[in-house]
């Protein structure tokens, strides 16, 4: 695979900047960062420029924003992302929320465990097609430079590698999304800062049912981001899951580990902004949250059919719920959306209207699901 071979050239050291503030609450650990990048303001914004900027791809019509976009907490609202020849992916664009808390950064890889490797997979992956700079590298980094803006900006960024290139795209783009932080959903003003009034009662209620042993949904979706793939500045080992949630789906981590009992198995993903970031699954297969509750009401499609699934976890043995529960459950899932976020003029397009960045058809194919 290309984009893993162009790993190998991801050598050297960022250029120092001034000390980033990560402008989080004291509760709350940074997210790691590889020692070979120095965050700084310079550094994220620069990375905040090139992931809405059109011309990382090879047609311009295509950013990383394209897939991800901030009013849908980072996500495309597609089951499965669409690249720049109308090629479907396999996977469900995961949020970018707290991504730099995450040690693996896809669906079912277990390798991929920086957000510096995994931007060569957009980038310049072939199977499938997302951005499609693959053989066409070094037009990409002159079409960067012959902006000023990119010439001040990497200059500002890595002062004694005032270039685009592997290196220094890869830890630009990593720092930005390092810094799409959420904690500010009413849930987190509730329990972290103590205002009783910020849950509404119904939000109480499903809050009290989701951590219930009856649901048992905690176990794989818990912690300050909502999901056991955890790893902090003060880790000192990161914590991973991925799990069969008797989906009856193919591939999965099989694909990596060739462990049969491996197939079906997916990384669990946030629930912060979940409210906002339907369709969901690996694969975008249910459009509501209520149909996510009534899969693992059932234990699984396995179940529900009355089939045996030997596969499935063994925390996904069905539930007994009410219909008002339901509602009290995903009432206590909106509130962990944080609406801050999702506004936030730090994490937008700095782009200007009608700049060559943004200007060009972002127009992606219909959703082929």
């Given at each position: 695979m290309r984009a893993v071979a162009l790993a190998a050239a991801l050598s050297g050291a960022a250029g120092a900047g001034l000390a980033y503030d990560w402008a989080i609450p004291d509760w709350l650990p940074p997210p790691p960062v590889p020692g070979d990048v120095v965050m700084s303001?310079?550094?994220?914004?620069?990375?905040?420029?090139?992931?809405?900027?059109?011309?990382?791809?090879?047609?311009?019509?295509?950013?990383?924003?394209?897939?991800?976009?901030?009013?849908?907490?980072?996500?495309?609202?597609?089951?499965?992302?669409?690249?720049?020849?109308?090629?479907?992916?396999?996977?469900?664009?995961?949020?970018?929320?707290?991504?730099?808390?995450?040690?693996?950064?896809?669906?079912?890889?277990?390798?991929?465990?920086?957000?510096?490797?995994?931007?060569?997979?957009?980038?310049?992956?072939?199977?499938p097609v997302e951005m499609g700079n693959a053989g066409q590298e070094q037009a990409l980094f002159a079409r960067l430079m012959e902006d000023a803006v990119y010439q001040d900006a990497f200059a500002a960024a890595f002062p004694d590698r005032p270039q685009a290139d592997l290196f220094t795209i890869t830890r630009a783009l990593g720092a930005f999304q390092r810094s799409l932080i959420s904690v500010g959903s009413p849930?987190?003003?509730?329990?972290?800062?103590?205002?009783?009034?910020?849950?509404?009662?119904?939000?109480?209620?499903?809050?009290?049912?989701?951590?219930?042993?009856?649901?048992?949904?905690?176990?794989?979706?818990?912690?300050?981001?909502?999901?056991?793939?955890?790893?902090t500045a003060r880790s000192s080992m990161p914590e991973t899951g991925f799990h069969n949630t008797g989906l009856g789906a193919e591939g999965g981590t099989i694909e990596f580990t060739l462990n049969p009992r491996d197939r079906g198995r997916f990384r669990t993903p946030t629930l912060r902004n979940i409210a906002v970031t339907a369709p969901y699954m690996h694969d975008g297969r249910f459009q509501t949250l209520e149909q996510v509750i009534r899969h693992y009401a059932a234990g699984g499609e396995a179940a529900r059919l009355g089939q045996p699934d030997p596969l499935r976890d063994p925390l996904i043995i069905g539930f007994q719920i009410t219909e008002a529960e339901i509602a009290d459950l995903i009432a206590f899932l909106e509130s962990l959306t944080d609406e801050d976020f999702l506004t936030d003029p730090a994490f937008a397009n700095p782009w200007p209207e009608g700049h060559p960045a943004t200007s060009r058809d972002a127009t992606l194919p219909e959703d082929p699901s």
């Amino acid at each position: 695979m290309r984009a893993v071979a162009l790993a190998a050239a991801l050598s050297g050291a960022a250029g120092a900047g001034l000390a980033y503030d990560w402008a989080i609450p004291d509760w709350l650990p940074p997210p790691p960062v590889p020692g070979d990048v120095v965050m700084s303001d310079a550094l994220v914004d620069l990375g905040r420029n090139l992931f809405y900027d059109q011309r990382l791809s090879a047609d311009g019509t295509m950013s990383c924003a394209s897939c991800h976009e901030q009013a849908r907490a980072f996500t495309d609202g597609r089951a499965v992302s669409v690249g720049i020849t109308g090629q479907a992916g396999g996977f469900n664009a995961p949020t970018l929320a707290n991504v730099g808390y995450l040690p693996t950064l896809t669906w079912a890889n277990p390798m991929v465990d920086s957000l510096e490797f995994h931007a060569l997979i957009p980038l310049f992956g072939e199977d499938p097609v997302e951005m499609g700079n693959a053989g066409q590298e070094q037009a990409l980094f002159a079409r960067l430079m012959e902006d000023a803006v990119y010439q001040d900006a990497f200059a500002a960024a890595f002062p004694d590698r005032p270039q685009a290139d592997l290196f220094t795209i890869t830890r630009a783009l990593g720092a930005f999304q390092r810094s799409l932080i959420s904690v500010g959903s009413p849930y987190d003003q509730f329990v972290y800062g103590g205002d009783r009034s910020a849950m509404t009662d119904a939000a109480v209620r499903g809050m009290d049912l989701f951590f219930d042993h009856r649901t048992e949904c905690y176990h794989c979706h818990l912690g300050l981001n909502f999901t056991n793939n955890l790893v902090t500045a003060r880790s000192s080992m990161p914590e991973t899951g991925f799990h069969n949630t008797g989906l009856g789906a193919e591939g999965g981590t099989i694909e990596f580990t060739l462990n049969p009992r491996d197939r079906g198995r997916f990384r669990t993903p946030t629930l912060r902004n979940i409210a906002v970031t339907a369709p969901y699954m690996h694969d975008g297969r249910f459009q509501t949250l209520e149909q996510v509750i009534r899969h693992y009401a059932a234990g699984g499609e396995a179940a529900r059919l009355g089939q045996p699934d030997p596969l499935r976890d063994p925390l996904i043995i069905g539930f007994q719920i009410t219909e008002a529960e339901i509602a009290d459950l995903i009432a206590f899932l909106e509130s962990l959306t944080d609406e801050d976020f999702l506004t936030d003029p730090a994490f937008a397009n700095p782009w200007p209207e009608g700049h060559p960045a943004t200007s060009r058809d972002a127009t992606l194919p219909e959703d082929p699901s």
